[in-house]
């Protein structure tokens, strides 16, 4: 059984993990890190996912997942603002006089 230790007392000692007893938002029972309070098996969990992601580079990533999405996205927009001409064009030209005064 490890020692419990608060985190703000491990942060005051300098220590770079600590140990509630409580388990974290996904039922881990572990130690965390003190400078992210992550618990190290939802940090080794989202490191393996990152790795995976950079692996193939993360701009590639991106650059695929756009490629693959802007068209339906583009789509989505263009319908919800013809759905919704008051909504957006009042906002816009609301906002667009407002930080034209802010401006000057
Ligand atoms: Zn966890």
Redo the contacts with the bound molecule.
Sequence with gaps: MMEKVARYEAHRLGLLRYYTGKP?????I?ERITSTYA?L??HKIWQRRRRVIEGSSVRKYYRTYYAKNAPAKRTYHREWNRKNPHVSRARNRRLYLKNKKAKS
């Design positions: 974290c938002i996904r039922g881990h572990c618990c098996k939802c």
